[in-house]
């Protein structure tokens, strides 16, 4: 693909700093460069990959000290003519030099243009593109790493290995066809079964991490939960270190959901502490706080369920329960507040049932260092499936139609079908897997995608 225009943007974030970078991309890069750029050297002349320190003007108006750094296509990020002004950071500075630059003759940039460029060049399939805003919104450590290791290829070459082996079966399926007249066979219908299998698996094996992905891309959800006055706001501030929740005896002081962030060993814990959960709410306010309460729950990845042990240790069980079998498929916590009340709590308390229980004291800050700890493994538990990197929700369709396509192709062979009707679906899975990577894609895709991307990358 070869861009008639040059495009432009800043590339850093917008703001004061040290530094901001603007970048100039496409077929006339240097000629427009070099309209706004002083230096030892004419940019169109300087060999790739260089760094060229000078002066940058608007017509006769110096704007800024700069560097110039020159990347020759193909060997670039976008595949085409790159230039990056390196400017002192601020709005004025950055603004100035765009406006120079589109002046000169460039345009400005959409949402994503530059890695839309390098997708339609042939610098980054959609598997990578997508790593690149993971990388850029990255939650966690894990998170970052994951879409580093999709950003170099990781994904892409796992899905290129499925493609091979779908081809080469797809090849020998229409190749047999070729014979059919002639009574020869050229492949074991078993063999295939158990190749086809095996492809099977891992494509809904990557398609059920999408779980995991999400808690890795945006953090792990934990909804805090109980009666009123169980301690949760109190156990918010005392796990964030700071006063961000309103601490009262009366109940029902909580009406809304509020969410901090606490990141523990590398993973990033959405903590949101809701409205106390009771059958009787003393108005609407608190009602509706009630039914916001159980939305969050809905989203949460583990739920806490915070019982006052001055009550007495079973006092929450009712709720747990009812939680359980409303919300099914979240995790669950149930710790003990208040031990301080306690004349002699108990070092440990049991399972309640395969839910794993913890005793703290809110106010005194007794069990939150084991609290953190058992937040930060739980977390990692859930977020283990992640390999090769991060699937998406588009990524995750994908791969289980592929999945389907290869279930059906398996039973056509199990029940003897003609080659013919066994191909097509292993045709289908592979049309799946293109579109995952970009070598099967339409406009529209290619909008939603680069849609998630700022300006200037």
Same mark, same amino acid.
């Given at each position: !693909?070869?861009?008639?225009?040059?495009?432009?943007?800043?590339?850093?974030?917008?703001?004061?700093?040290?530094?901001?970078?603007?970048?100039?991309?496409?077929?006339?890069?240097?000629?427009?460069?070099?309209?706004?750029?002083?230096?030892?050297?004419?940019?169109?002349?300087?060999?790739?990959?260089?760094?060229?320190?000078?002066?940058?003007?608007?017509?006769?108006?110096?704007?800024?000290?700069?560097?110039?750094?020159?990347?020759?296509?193909? /060997?670039?990020?976008? *595949?085409?003519?790159? @230039?990056?002004? *390196?400017? /002192? *950071?601020?709005?004025?500075?950055?603004?100035?030099?765009?406006?120079?630059?589109?002046?000169?003759?460039?345009?400005?940039?959409?949402?994503?243009?530059?890695?839309?460029?390098?997708?339609?060049?042939?610098?980054?399939?959609?598997?990578?593109?997508?790593?690149?805003?993971?990388?850029? /919104?990255?939650?966690?450590?894990?998170?970052?790493?994951?879409?580093?290791?999709? &950003? @170099?290829?990781?994904?892409?070459?796992?899905?290129?290995?499925?493609?091979?082996?779908?081809?080469?079966?797809?090849?020998?399926? %229409? =190749?047999?066809?070729?014979?059919?007249?002639?009574?020869?066979? &050229?492949?074991?219908?078993?063999?295939?079964?158990?190749?086809?299998?095996?492809?099977?698996?891992?494509?809904?094996?990557?398609?059920?991490?999408?779980?995991?992905?999400?808690?890795?891309? *945006?953090?792990?959800?934990?909804?805090?939960?109980?009666?009123?006055?169980?301690?949760?706001?109190?156990?918010?501030?005392?796990? =964030?270190?700071?006063?961000?929740?309103?601490?009262?005896? =009366?109940?029902?002081?909580?009406?809304?959901?509020?969410?901090? @962030?606490?990141?523990?060993?590398? !993973?990033?814990?959405?903590?949101?502490?809701?409205?106390?959960?009771?059958?009787?709410?003393?108005?609407?306010?608190? &009602?509706?706080?009630?039914?916001?309460?159980?939305?969050?729950?809905?989203?949460?990845?583990?739920?806490?369920?915070?019982?006052?042990?001055?009550?007495?240790?079973?006092?929450?069980?009712?709720?747990?329960?009812?939680?359980?079998?409303?919300?099914?498929?979240?995790?669950?916590?149930?710790?003990?507040?208040?031990?301080?009340?306690?004349?002699?709590?108990?070092?440990?308390?049991?399972?309640?049932?395969?839910?794993?229980?913890?005793?703290?004291?809110?106010?005194?800050?007794?069990?939150?260092?084991?609290?953190?700890?058992?937040?930060?493994?739980?977390?990692? %538990?859930?977020?283990?499936?992640?390999?090769?990197?991060?699937?998406?929700?588009?990524?995750?369709?994908?791969?289980?139609?592929?999945?389907?396509?290869?279930?059906?192709?398996?039973?056509?062979?199990?029940?003897?079908?003609?080659?013919?009707?066994?191909?097509?679906?292993?045709?289908?899975?592979?049309?799946?897997?293109?579109?995952?990577?970009?070598?099967?894609?339409?406009?529209?895709?290619?909008?939603?995608?680069?849609?998630?991307?700022?300006?200037?990358?």
């Amino acid at each position: !693909m070869i861009s008639k225009d040059t495009i432009c943007a800043v590339a850093t974030p917008p703001g004061i700093g040290g530094i901001a970078i603007v970048r100039l991309s496409g077929p006339d890069a240097f000629a427009i460069a070099d309209r706004c750029f002083r230096g030892k050297a004419a940019l169109a002349t300087v060999p790739t990959h260089t760094i060229h320190y000078g002066k940058f003007y608007d017509g006769p108006q110096l704007i800024d000290t700069v560097t110039a750094s020159v990347f020759r296509a193909p /060997h670039s990020y976008t *595949g085409e003519d790159v @230039v990056e002004f *390196g400017c /002192h *950071g601020g709005p004025l500075v950055t603004q100035q030099i765009l406006n120079a630059l589109i002046t000169a003759g460039a345009r400005h940039a959409e949402p994503g243009e530059f890695t839309k460029r390098a997708f339609l060049n042939g610098k980054l399939d959609l598997t990578q593109v997508e790593a690149v805003a993971d990388l850029i /919104h990255a939650q966690t450590i894990p998170g970052a790493q994951a879409a580093a290791r999709q &950003l @170099v290829g990781g994904l892409t070459r796992r899905l290129q290995q499925l493609r091979q082996q779908l081809i080469d079966i797809a090849g020998l399926l %229409e =190749l047999e066809l070729d014979f059919a007249e002639e009574d020869i066979e &050229l492949i074991d219908r078993e063999t295939v079964i158990q190749q086809l299998n095996a492809v099977h698996h891992i494509c809904s094996e990557l398609a059920d991490s999408v779980v995991a992905a999400e808690i890795l891309r *945006g953090g792990y959800v934990v909804g805090i939960v109980g009666y009123p006055n169980a301690g949760k706001s109190s156990l918010l501030n005392a796990l =964030l270190g700071k006063q961000r929740a309103i601490v009262s005896d =009366l109940p029902g002081t909580t009406r809304d959901y509020i969410e901090e @962030v606490l990141f523990l060993d590398g !993973m990033s814990i959405k903590l949101v502490d809701t409205a106390g959960l009771r059958d009787k709410p003393a108005d609407r306010i608190e &009602l509706e706080g009630i039914e916001l309460a159980h939305s969050i729950l809905q989203q949460s990845n583990l739920v806490l369920v915070l019982n006052d042990a001055s009550l007495g240790f079973d006092h929450s069980n009712s709720l747990l329960a009812a939680l359980q079998q409303r919300y099914p498929q979240s995790r669950y916590l149930l710790v003990h507040n208040k031990l301080d009340l306690i004349p002699d709590p108990p070092s440990a308390f049991p399972s309640n049932g395969s839910v794993q229980t913890l005793g703290i004291s809110a106010r005194t800050g007794q069990g939150l260092g084991q609290l953190k700890r058992t937040l930060a493994t739980i977390a990692k %538990e859930d977020s283990q499936r992640v390999t090769d990197g991060l699937i998406n929700e588009r990524q995750a369709t994908l791969l289980a139609a592929a999945a389907r396509s290869l279930a059906a192709a398996i039973d056509a062979l199990r029940a003897g079908l003609s080659n013919e009707f066994v191909a097509v679906e292993v045709r289908e899975a592979l049309n799946a897997i293109g579109k995952i990577t970009g070598e099967v894609y339409t406009d529209e895709v290619l909008q939603a995608i680069f849609s998630r991307f700022c300006i200037g990358k």
